[in-house]
């Protein structure tokens, strides 16, 4: 009888725990307005089921997607372009990102040592701000330099901030961040993993690459792509080759677009409320702007996957896109397929093999869905890290998002999207000179273990 009572109690015990796990789940995903994938939330329904009890812990650390009840922006009012290729401006005003503003001046980094050169001539020319924010912050050759450089602008009276995401600072063997401190600059840590104040958020992380110079001032100056501050983005590790990224620098007026956005994370990593400075009246638009693209929980729309959705459908003559890790949302891959399939020349650009074996293991069914709709799917040798998307000669889109359902669902990230043909046809060109070692991918079919192993990797890895 005690053992019976005993189970009793303990099955009685374990269906409550359970229903109020899920119930937990279920209301909190509503008043939190947590749009998820389907493949998601039905992964998080049957973990809880299965062991609420290590389920519930992971939910309360990792399975928040979006802040809680996010304001929508004031909708600016999209240009009176008059133009079919106005498209790409109408979607990313109504998705509450800022109207176009023009930069001049745009650089495009051909290799590692180009990117350095400006940004460490950036920092060097700034003469009353320096915003910095990077994932990574390496405790190398160049992570040292950026340090050694703020440090020597801080004590010219320049303001110098750096925001870097508090689980890249633990990657990067922590950089010397006091020192910045100790010259009268200041730092921030994004969303500490073991000291996150926000509960559910611990798996959210700040992926964005800005380096930001005087904003509003006559020089104003922004370094933005996809290079982390560490060795191996720009000269190389020591006996390694440096990997292959883009990154490109502009002035303008765009570049406050950039000040404001670091102005938000860095008031939310401080735990501040953000208050917006007056808006200035927008410059008058023409074909040569760009717009400053924010994707992320702060954002009340998945934005960089919502433009690609939509780019994907619109594009006419060819899409060519560059990731170093293709995992994407069955929506993304389903247009990108559909266009392959109208005769859309739809060229993928990426790593033969990743730093990363997982996300090499996730992506072949997609890889294999997209060459079997007609797509090209180029693999270059040695390691790729940019991120670019070039529609026709309408759009090109480069900045920290890659084309995963981490980039662009979970991560804070920003890209730039260039509207001028000009300046979209350069970013082609430069895909295409990646493109030249680049060997093409031929699809086979997996065997069972294969199979089985990239379907159980593709239902977990979302919140991964």
């Known amino acids: 009888m005690l053992g019976d009572f005993t189970v009793t109690h303990w099955l009685t015990l374990h269906g409550l725990v359970t229903v109020g796990a899920v119930l937990f789940y279920v209301i909190t995903s509503h008043v939190m307005h947590q749009r998820r994938h389907p493949a998601a939330a039905i992964a998080w329904m049957l973990f809880i089921l299965l062991v609420p009890y290590v389920a519930l812990p992971a939910y ?55 990117a350095q050169y400006a940004l460490m001539e950036i920092i060097d020319a700034a003469t009353q701000s320096l915003d910095v924010c990077t994932f990574i912050l390496g405790r190398d050759s160049v992570g040292d330099a950026v340090i050694e450089r703020l440090c020597s602008k801080a004590r010219q009276g320049v303001r110098v901030r750096l925001l870097v995401d508090g689980l890249g600072h633990w990657m990067a063997r922590r950089p010397h961040l006091k020192d910045l401190a100790a010259a009268g600059g200041t730092f921030a840590l994004f969303v500490p993993p073991l000291r996150s104040p926000l509960k559910g958020r611990t798996n959210l992380r700040d992926h964005r690459k800005l380096v930001i110079a005087d904003a509003g001032l006559d020089g104003e100056r922004l370094w933005c792509g996809g290079r982390n501050l560490a060795a191996e983005y720009f000269d190389g590790s020591p006996g390694a080759l440096a990997w292959r990224d883009l990154t490109f620098d502009l002035r303008g007026p765009l570049v406050q677009q950039a000040s404001r956005l670091f102005a938000r994370d860095w008031a939310f990593a401080h735990h501040e409320p953000y208050v917006a400075a007056p808006a200035a009246t927008p410059a008058p638009f023409s074909a040569g702007g760009a717009q400053l693209v924010a994707s992320g929980p702060d954002q009340v729309d998945d934005t960089i996957h919502a433009l690609l959705v939509t780019a994907a459908y619109r594009a006419r003559r060819r899409i060519a896109l560059v990731t170093p890790y293709f995992v994407p949302e069955s929506a993304l891959l389903m247009a990108l397929c559909l266009a392959a399939r109208r005769g859309v020349t739809v060229d993928l650009l990426m790593p033969a093999r990743s730093n990363h074996a997982l996300s090499d293991l996730a992506r072949n069914r997609a890889l294999r869905s997209l060459a079997a709709a007609g797509g090209r799917i180029w693999l270059v040798p040695g390691m790729l890290h940019a991120k670019l998307a070039v529609i026709d000669d309408t759009l090109a889109l480069a900045g920290s998002a890659n084309l995963d359902s981490r980039s662009l669902f979970l991560n804070y990230e920003v890209m730039v999207a260039f509207h001028d043909a000009t300046d979209v046809r350069r970013f082609a060109d430069w895909f295409e000179r990646e493109r030249q070692p680049a060997r093409a991918y031929v699809a086979s079919r997996p065997g069972l273990l294969r199979d089985v192993a990239e379907g159980m990797l593709l239902w977990t890895g979302f919140q991964l």
């Open 60 to 114: 309360l650390s990792f399975g928040s997607r979006k802040l809680p009840r996010p304001r929508a922006a004031p909708r600016a009012e999209p240009p009176a372009t008059h133009s079919a290729d106005a498209w790409a401006i109408e979607t990313l005003v109504a998705l509450g990102q800022p109207a176009p503003a023009s930069y001049h001046d745009l650089e495009l980094h051909g290799d590692g040592h180009a």
